[in-house]
């Protein structure tokens, strides 16, 4: 009997304790919303950006090479690749090529190690190949199994090949970039349901990871970022039909770069861009089916191409 009114009261300390430190999480969470934590100082760190090429990912590179890294621009076509390597070596950065196909595990391994003799141990992974353009989407969506491939499999071979480094050195940051079709079911025509899927896939990787590295009390962030697909030029922006072009619109890839490197500054482990679309996916979860599916209806996020 005192047993179990003992076994009681410690469950209800630790539920109330429980109770408190999630409350004041949230204190903390709505205060920071206000006053953001201070930007961190990347200068000395080591970049591995996937998908350097084009797009947010060459924009990616070159302002981490204006904050003082050292940036392994990787991508699977050489001239984009060395294109952008070059521009920011232009901006006193250290910039330097590494043409990879990341759905290939040989040539990752053997890539990570020209790195780490050219550049030194990596410290930063950011992965922004697998999001899917608007160019992309517009014409015909490509295969089930290449999406999975550079969406999904090549996290697993560069996890596989730059966490043994970061632990070594007992520090890294993880980046996982993914379309906001990872909050929600995408209706893209022709080929949303794979897209969609990969996305899924890659935030459930992130928070998996996530919890892995935070029980084994490694200093490693992971940092998952959603991105709304339509960060375009103006001659893209021009082919899309938005049901809501104020409340969506179309976002350059430089601004979007910005963004996403002032949250990995901050150590954001969640968050997205524009950054009211991560708690609009979280809306659309806890909604009822018909109710979530009436407001998609409403908001037709940008997949309905002209």
């Given at each position: 009997m005192f047993l179990r009114i003992y076994s009681l009261l410690v469950l209800a300390v630790d539920l109330t304790i429980l109770l408190?430190?999630?409350?004041?999480?949230?204190?903390?969470?709505?205060?920071?919303?206000?006053?953001?934590?201070?930007?961190?100082?990347?200068?000395?760190?080591?970049?591995?950006?996937?998908?350097?090429?084009?797009?947010?990912g060459r924009e990616v590179a070159i302002q981490l090479s204006q904050l003082g890294v050292s940036v392994a621009c990787v991508d699977i076509n050489r001239e984009n690749c060395q294109v952008t390597a070059q521009r920011a070596s232009q901006l006193s950065g250290v910039a330097r090529p590494f043409i990879c196909d990341v759905t290939d595990k040989n040539q990752v391994v053997e890539n990570l190690q020209a790195i780490q003799s050219e550049l030194g141990e990596v410290t930063m992974l950011l992965h922004c190949c697998g999001v899917p353009s608007p160019r992309s989407l517009m014409q015909d969506p490509p295969e089930i199994r290449k999406t999975m491939d550079v969406s999904v499999l090549s996290h697993f071979w560069l996890l596989e090949s730059v966490l043994p480094g970061m632990k070594r050195v007992g520090r890294g940051h993880i980046v996982v970039l993914s379309s906001v079709a990872g909050l929600s079911g995408n209706a893209t025509r022709g080929g949303g349901v794979p897209l969609s899927t990969a996305q899924f896939a890659v935030q459930g990787l992130a928070e998996s990871l996530h919890t892995e590295l935070r029980h084994s009390n490694s200093n490693i962030i992971i940092t998952?970022?959603?991105?709304?697909?339509?960060?375009?030029?103006?001659?893209?922006?021009?082919?899309?039909?938005?049901?809501?072009?104020?409340?969506?619109?179309?976002?350059?890839?430089?601004?979007?770069?910005?963004?996403?490197?002032?949250?990995?500054?901050?150590?954001?482990?969640?968050?997205?861009?524009?950054?009211?679309?991560?708690?609009?996916?979280?809306?659309?979860r806890i909604l009822p089916k018909k109710a979530s599916f009436m407001l998609r209806d409403l908001l037709d996020t940008g997949v309905d191409f002209g």
């Open positions: 408190v430190e999630i409350w004041f999480s949230i204190l903390v969470a709505c205060y920071r919303t206000f006053r953001p934590p201070p930007l961190k100082n990347l200068h000395g760190e080591v970049a591995m950006v996937i998908g350097a090429g084009r797009g947010v998952l970022i959603h991105v709304y697909p339509f960060i375009v030029g103006a001659e893209v922006a021009r082919d899309l039909r938005l049901r809501i072009p104020s409340y969506f619109g179309t976002m350059p890839a430089t601004e979007a770069a910005k963004r996403i490197l002032d949250g990995v500054r901050r150590n954001y482990a969640e968050f997205s861009i524009p950054g009211y679309l991560l708690y609009l996916g979280h809306i659309l």
